[in-house]
Every structure is written in structure tokens, then in C-alpha cells.
């Protein structure tokens, strides 16, 4: 069995030596031995002891609740869920991170896609950011919506072809109005435009965003504030009326 001096605890642990001599005086980590010399001596039990206490300590849990702790009777128990709490705080911490590191990283490539920087470009591209998973979402759930009513229309193109009946067709017809009026109603009321002369958000009326020319991810409109016409910015939400 492998014998440590406080000094090679203390290394071993990442502490200094006095901490190790401090839990000693509290009577959470008491050697197992003692050399000739007088000198502490830890054993292999005595180290993982000592690992444990640096990892609660670490939880800032105060000494006197330490030794409580290791007073229980399954003490494992305890540190056990304490470490299952550490995970996911850590897990949730990193998450949030990586989060943030991702808009950062789409904030300096939009950057540098512009050939100046304004505060107003970096607003521009943090309302854009803030909102691109919502975006996403929608138009996700739109498409899914829509497969059944583009699977029925070719069941009734289909149907009308080889048995000469149309009024599946009339039915398709009917209910594939309806659900672009809904979808286009609900989408158009949950975007916004950002306008790239003014840095205005705003919200055009339906027919004009229903119609007007478009890519993925902008449609040319009138800004309502300062009235340029030209390709606007989709975000999600935002100010506009």
C-alpha cells in the first residue's frame, strides 16, 4: 500500500500543503499514520478521501456540512447526487456557451461580409441571429403541414386521369386554398423585415408581402418608414405592425 507525505497530497490534489494540514486540525482528513519522525503519512483511502473533499469543496460547500457528509453512513450516496447536480449544471453551462459562441461566430462572418460596420449592421445581424431558429421552426412545420395536401394532389391528378373522376381534384382544390390562406396569414403575421437603407423593422401589409418577389431569406417591399423599395431582411417578430 502506497504511503504520502502532506506534501505529495497537497501535489497530488492540486492544493497547498497547509490545506492539507488545515483539514487535518478539522477532522475531516485525519493521516493514517504517523512516520517515526513524526511526519503524516496518507494511504491510498486517505487520498481519494482527500479527492472527494477538494471536489465539495469545490461545490462550495463549507467544511462543517464536509463533515457532516462524511459522517453518514453511505456518504457515497450523497456525493453521488451532488456529482449527478455538478453534471448538469456543467452540461447546462456548456450548452449555454456553445450557444453563445455560435452567435458570435455567425456575427463575425456577417461582419465580414459587409464592406463597412455600423452599429446599425450589428444590430441588423443580431435581430437576425435572435431569431433564425424560430424561423426555422416554422417553415419546418409549414412543409410538414403541406405534405398531405400535396400528397392528395396527386391521389386526385391520379384518380382524375385513370378513372375520369374530377371532383377529388375540385376537393384538393378547395382545401389547398384554404390552407395557403391560414398558412400564409399565420407566417406573414410572425415576420418582420428589416429594411437596409433605415435599419427599420417593419411588418408590410399582406397582399404586398404575398406577392412581392422573394428569396429564402428576404422579399422585396416598400419600407413603410422611410419608403425605399428593394430587398428587405426576414427576421422573425421584431417591431413592425
Not at 456548456?94 to 452599429?119: D, F
Request: proline share 3%.
Amino acid at each position: 500500500m502506497s504511503k504520502y507525505t502532506t506534501g505529495e497530497v497537497a501535489k497530488l490534489c492540486g492544493v497547498t500543503v497547509r490545506t492539507v494540514q488545515y483539514y487535518d486540525t478539522r477532522g475531516i482528513l485525519i493521516p493514517s499514520e504517523l512516520s517515526e519522525g513524526g511526519r503524516r503519512l496518507y494511504s491510498d483511502e486517505d487520498l481519494k478521501r482527500m479527492r472527494v473533499i477538494c471536489f465539495l469543496r469545490e461545490l462550495d460547500l463549507p467544511i462543517d456540512a464536509i463533515s457532516q457528509i462524511l459522517r453518514e453512513e453511505h456518504p457515497e450516496k450523497v456525493i453521488s447526487l451532488l456529482i449527478e447536480q455538478q453534471e448538469i449544471a456543467l452540461s447546462d453551462e456548456i450548452s449555454a456557451k456553445q450557444e453563445k459562441l455560435t452567435k458570435l461566430r455567425e456575427l463575425k462572418k456577417g461582419l465580414q461580409a459587409r464592406q463597412t460596420c455600423s452599429l446599425e449592421s450589428i444590430g441588423d445581424i443580431a435581430v437576425v441571429m435572435e431569431g433564425r431558429k424560430k424561423l426555422k421552426a416554422m417553415r419546418w412545420a409549414m412543409i410538414l403541414t403541406g405534405i398531405p395536401i400535396a400528397a392528395f394532389q396527386w391521389f386526385s391528378i391520379i384518380f382524375w386521369i385513370v378513372k375520369g373522376v374530377w371532383w377529388p381534384f375540385a376537393v384538393w382544390a378547395a382545401a389547398a386554398a384554404v390552407w395557403g390562406i391560414i398558412v400564409s396569414r399565420y407566417y406573414f403575421s410572425h415576420v418582420s423585415y428589416i429594411c437596409p437603407e433605415c435599419h427599420e423593422v417593419f411588418r408590410p401589409a399582406l397582399k404586398e408581402a404575398f406577392w412581392a418577389n422573394h428569396t429564402p431569406t428576404a422579399r422585396k417591399l416598400t419600407c413603410t418608414s422611410c419608403g425605399r423599395k428593394g430587398f428587405c431582411v426576414e427576421v422573425w417578430g421584431g417591431d413592425g405592425k
